[in-house]
């Protein structure tokens, strides 16, 4: 059983979905669970430690847990078993001994699970959780994809949709407005402006497609590493994509709400198949798991959009997969900055080749959905700790990550006054989601 798929498109800021979003989360459920005053020690493992402090998981917490979190402890080289972002929560009594630990992961796109069932309790909406049931729906009743979506969620879903819809809309709007660098200590400068300038002058001229997806991708990926409000699609390192592309397709064919919104929810059900069947974890499997996911997802939309059969979205999706495996996850300094930024405008731009490419066939091919998402996660399986957000190989390894010595684990005593290190605040709320 598969949830909703507004469980994949959560609203909330920047920059990660796995290492603020994931971690706020999990912190408001151990104060649920714990009220009152005791001090709370909070433990980071494997990757979630590695790029923790890139990814402003401590700020995040910090704020969250307030004065009751007492002691920050990275164990970027310690990985548990179940998931490479990991995280413990515990009571720390009079004595100084932790008691009461929850031990929760962050497992991509903002969800979480525990050893104690907490997935669980999220609920399953879904029966048909492969792509190849789902074809098979299709040619027995006849109906898009987006139907089955209709037909097993709640009515209250395409309010939801339309609202994550003017979330994404409004990341692009503000986007392509705002110039300057981003925080960190790379000093990014923002691009989305000055190429949406550009993009202006090109309608009529072979750079027009990409010129446009390039300012909108980069829009949303900027306003995310700034720490603004988007949705998860299925990440905020790679929630640039779907927006670009649809936004592009409503311009171009000229679209009412209503179809792009029956875009968005083919997009979702695609997401939510890769992330049953596969990952959406950049600490699990790598970048394929999220801008592959995103590309896969924006490129089933657009086939739909442009007029493709269900085979055809499904041809359109596996060549979004097909054609990022092996991508590796890699940010510079731990930030979602380099190389994710730019990857957001390519991945938006492949999804569009990909709908068209699939357009030109009968949606018949070698490699189906299913094989390609199975191969994603093998190969992210595969894949060397250092090539999945740990910021120590790849291109991250040309600007080595200084925030850990390898081999070692490090705490923190936390200071409330203690200046925070890229934004005056930062804004962790899910939405409601």
Known sequence: MMPSILELFRIGHGPSSSHTMGPVRAARMYLARHAGYDPIQVTLFGALAATGRGHLTDIALRETLGPRLVKLVWCPETTLPRHPNAMRFEIIDAAGTGTDPWVVYSIGGGALASDDGLEAQVGGLYTLTTMASLLKHCQETGLPL???????????LWPELKHRWEIMTAAINQ???VEGTLPGDLKLERRAATAFRKARHAWNTPLARGAHLGAYALAVSEQNAA???????????SCGVVPA??????????L???EILRGLATAGLIGNLIKTNGSISGAEVGCQGEIGTACAMAAGAAAWLLGGTPGQVEYAAEMGIEHHLGLTCDPVLGLVQIPCIERNAFAAMRALDCAEYALLSDGRHRISFDEAVAVMLETGHAMGAAYRETSRGGLAS??????????KSSSQEVDSNQEERFYGCIRTGDGGT
């Not at 592309?245 to 000229?254: G, H």
């Open 245 to 254: 592309v649809l936004r592009y397709c409503q311009q171009i064919l000229d």
């Open 398 to 407: 040309l600007h080595p990550c200084q925030l850990h010595p390898v081999g």
């Open 256 to 258: 009412g709400e209503t």
């Open 227 to 237: 720490g603004g409000e988007i949705v998860t699609a299925p990440t905020c390192g």
């Open 175 to 177: 986007g392509i407005t």
């Open 146 to 156: 987006w139907r089955y979506v209709d037909s097993v969620e709640d009515p209250n």
